[in-house]
């Protein structure tokens, strides 16, 4: 079963599409596509070193040795956080921490990728009388 994942729109814009630097393009592409399910829209240069990737709405833009800085944080909004989390332990991906309850009424993981990059992945959960 195919995990949706939900990106956060901005108000002047239909899409949002975060720039990563990484150090190897081809590595990167490898770990994005086989380990959190993520596809190729397009790369570029000769040889790329700059491409698009998406999973259901969300997409990232990877950019070798140029934009972007190291250690950028994104979050990711989706329905199920769980569901996507058996999906990574199952390909490898590098969880840094499990789906966690926090009192700002989120679940959520965090994921990890090649060049450190953190991806904050979770869902809402409903208020209880502690995060009321």
């Known amino acids: 079963m195919e995990t949706t994942i939900i990106v956060i729109l901005c108000h ?14 081809a590595s990167s592409l490898e770990y ?7 596809k190729k829209n397009w790369e570029w240069g ?3 070193d700059f491409c698009s990737i ?10 070798e040795g140029g934009q ?3 250690g ?16 990574y332990k199952k390909s490898g991906a590098i969880v840094a921490q499990p789906p966690t309850d926090y009192p700002w ?4 993981m965090l994921v990890k990728d090649l060049d450190g990059h953190c991806l904050r992945m979770g869902h809402r959960i409903p208020e209880t009388d502690e995060t009321a």
Not at 75 to 87: H, P, Q, R, T, W
């Open 68 to 70: 972007g800085n190291p």
């Open 12 to 25: 002047y814009s239909n899409t949002s599409s975060p720039v990563l630097n990484v150090k190897n393009l």
């Open 32 to 38: 994005y596509i086989n380990k959190l399910g993520f």
């Open 105 to 108: 009424n989120m679940r959520e």
């Open 54 to 63: 998406c999973r259901n709405k969300a997409e990232i833009l990877l950019c």
């Open 46 to 48: 000769n040889p790329p």
């Open 72 to 87: 950028t944080w994104l979050c990711i909004y989706m329905e199920n956080v769980d569901g996507l989390y058996e999906e």
